[in-house]
């Protein structure tokens, strides 16, 4: 297996540095930018959207992974890609036509990957994964930072993991994790399937960050 990626949050950095934030982790060795872009209805915080993301761009060379936390991302889909996205994930309990939607990433040159929240079923993607090159199991209820994660999810991951084997999908699906991510919890959802931590106050929480992202590697 390849090495596992570390994706800080961007959430988790102090917005009134975000260029030298940004920076910082890249020279930290982190893998890729987790982007929660949250719009006050399908998750109660508001966090920052396609013209911040834009003038960050400018900033690194990271890969821009772009969690849609919204009610309605459709519409958005165009202004992230100029902005710069590298990827798309849109939430199967936001999109009324999933099928649609990702088909749209794709069609824009994105990656497209689906997220699920902690209560919702894996069957619930079940059509759709041939369209998927991601599919980010929520291991923490969205919207808030800091929280721990939910057991429960590790089980659906590795579940998860075992049907794309059996499917011959795992090779062109990424299995990504967010909510919870610490060391002491990192060794659980790798071994249960995950490719991709998304790591918030894991991260940008430690005051130095290449240990931070180091120490998740090593565990």
């Known amino acids: 297996m390849?090495?596992?990626?570390?994706?800080?949050?961007?959430l988790a950095a102090d917005f009134s540095k975000l260029?030298?934030?940004i920076a910082a982790i890249e020279m930290a060795?982190?893998?890729?930018?987790?982007?929660?872009?949250?719009d006050g209805q399908f998750v109660p915080n508001i966090s920052f959207g396609a013209p911040?993301?834009?003038k960050l761009k400018k900033h690194t060379k990271l890969e821009f992974d772009c969690h849609l936390m919204v009610q309605e991302p459709d519409p958005l889909f165009e202004g992230f890609k100029e902005a710069g996205a590298d990827r798309i994930t849109v939430h199967?309990?936001?999109c009324t036509h999933l099928h649609r939607s990702l088909q749209r990433i794709k069609s824009l040159g994105l990656k497209a990957g689906v997220s699920i929240n902690p209560a919702?079923?894996?069957?619930a993607i079940e059509n759709v994964l041939e369209d998927v090159?991601?599919?980010l199991i929520m291991s923490v209820n969205p919207g808030f930072g800091g929280q721990s994660l939910i057991p429960s999810a590790i089980q659906k991951l590795r579940d998860l993991h075992t049907g794309l084997q059996k499917a011959g999908l795992r090779?062109?699906?990424s299995l990504q994790v967010d909510g919870g991510i610490t060391p002491e919890t990192c060794a659980q959802v790798i071994e249960a399937g995950a490719d991709i931590l998304v790591a918030g106050t894991a991260v940008f929480g430690q005051k130095d960050y290449s240990q931070a992202i180091a120490s998740l590697r090593k565990a």
């Open 19 to 21: 260029a030298e934030e």
């Open 92 to 94: 199967q309990e936001a």
């Open 133 to 135: 090159d991601l599919i």
């Open 120 to 123: 919702t079923s894996l069957s």
């Open 52 to 54: 911040v993301i834009k």
């Open 171 to 173: 090779d062109q699906i």
């Open 2 to 10: 390849s090495q596992t990626k570390i994706y800080p949050s961007l």
């Open 29 to 38: 060795s982190a893998d890729g930018l987790h982007l929660d872009v949250m």
